[in-house]
Each structure stands twice: as structure tokens, then as C-alpha cells.
């Protein structure tokens, strides 16, 4: 996971609008991926997009993606405590496996 | 439900003996993955088996061993070899397939303590 490099924390006030960074160096990558981890749990896919899109949008969350600068964000509109969580970045490669980045720890503060 | 099962979900270990964590999946994948995660380090790698009978080491295999007999089944083997095995486990499958999206499924994690 070292190739894919993410922000370690970010502390959102509830209500606000949180932005997840990450950069990635594959760039035949086909797909990237978001995934969110709650304390004590396994990873959950939140979305993922595809490496011809720039933006993906999926109801309160947005993906942008920018294959000059090997970039992929993540906005989450309108933050809640349920957001609170580790969020990691992923991108495919060659042979199918996915490498991840260190993991974002979000905290939604009131 | 399909789905990808990891068990015990706690488990402690003494020194000096070997432990197995188990890793069933019943969604047809192809592939499943190990993974350890320490806190602020990430995911990293331990093996990985993109079929059956056959594995490869991943970033940091030291330690540990693995037997994948059926597709469905992917055990991890932590050995006395680990001398710091105290972490958060993850097993992981996927579809080995060019167009598919959906990336990897995560089972909740094995949390293993050395007592």
C-alpha cells in the first residue's frame, strides 16, 4: 500500500463537508475505489469509479478523479457522526489485486 | 446471504504456540487475501491465492503459512515464527475478471492477542 498515499487524519465539523485526498501511481489503473472501516470492523466498498469518468456522484458522496496529476478525492456532503471512520483509497493492478493507501481517520466533531 | 466469514472474531494466543484463523467466503471468488493491520499503518499484504492450490507471499509472509484446498476456504496459520503477531486480521476475496468493478469483500476481522 505504500504507492498510494492518503492524508492521516481529518477532523470535520458536524454538518460540514469533509474532503478525503489521495494519490496513486498506477496509471493503467481501471478502477479506484473508496472503502470506509468502522472500529473493530472489515472494510466496506463505499463507491468506486472507473478510470475514464472524472466525477462520480452517489447521493451524499462525490469522487473526483484526475488522471494527469494521479489524483482521487472523496467529499462527503453534510457530515454526520455515523461518518467517523477510517477511510481508505485503492487502486487496481495489473493482476487484479488492489493496493491501498494507510487509511484517512476522519472525526466529526459538534 | 452471500457473503465472506472470518473466525473467532477475538483470539489469544500464548507465546510460543501456533494459532489458525479461518476465512470462509461462499460468493464464487477466485481470489482471497490476508491482510494485517496495526494502528496507522494500514493494510499490509501477508498472502494472497488467485485459485485454488496454488498462493503466493505477499509484502510481509515471515511468520505465517496458508493452505488454500478449496475455493471456498482460505485459513491463515499464525506460526511461533511471528514474533510480534499482535494485530487486527482481514481476509478479503474477489473476482479475477478485467471488467469487474466491485472490487475486493472484507470479512470483519480477526483481532489475535499474544497473552
Known amino acids: 500500500g505504500e504507492d498510494v498515499e492518503q492524508s492521516l487524519f481529518l477532523s470535520v465539523r458536524e454538518g460540514d463537508s469533509s474532503v478525503i485526498n489521495c494519490t496513486y501511481t498506477?496509471?493503467?489503473?481501471?478502477?479506484l475505489y473508496w472503502y470506509k472501516q468502522e472500529p473493530g470492523a472489515g472494510l466496506q466498498l463505499l463507491t468506486y469509479?472507473?478510470?475514464?469518468?472524472d466525477m462520480k456522484q452517489d447521493q451524499r458522496l462525490t469522487v473526483l478523479l484526475n488522471k494527469k496529476d494521479k489524483h482521487l478525492s472523496l467529499r462527503i456532503a453534510d457530515t454526520q457522526t455515523g461518518d467517523s471512520a477510517i477511510y481508505f483509497c485503492a487502486e487496481t493492478l495489473n493482476d487484479y489485486k488492489l493496493s491501498f493507501g494507510a487509511g484517512t481517520t476522519v472525526t466529526v466533531r459538534a | 446471504d452471500g457473503g465472506i466469514t472470518q473466525s473467532p472474531k477475538y483470539l489469544f494466543r500464548k507465546e510460543g504456540q501456533n494459532v489458525t484463523l479461518s476465512c470462509e467466503q461462499n460468493l464464487n471468488h477466485d481470489a482471497m487475501y490476508w491482510y494485517r493491520q496495526d494502528p496507522g499503518q494500514g493494510l499490509r499484504l501477508i498472502y494472497y491465492?488467485?485459485?485454488?492450490?496454488?498462493?503466493q507471499k505477499g509484502d510481509i509472509a515471515e511468520g505465517y503459512s496458508v493452505s488454500r484446498e478449496k475455493k471456498e476456504s482460505f485459513p491463515l496459520t499464525v506460526t511461533s515464527a511471528q514474533k510480534n503477531p499482535t494485530a487486527f486480521y482481514l481476509c478479503a476475496s474477489s473476482i479475477n475478471e478485467a471488467d469487474y468493478n466491485y472490487g475486493y469483500t472484507f470479512g470483519s476481522g480477526t483481532r489475535l492477542t499474544v497473552v
Open positions: 469509479i472507473f478510470s475514464n469518468m
Open positions: 498506477d496509471s493503467s489503473s481501471t478502477y
Open positions: 491465492s488467485q485459485i485454488v492450490n496454488d498462493f
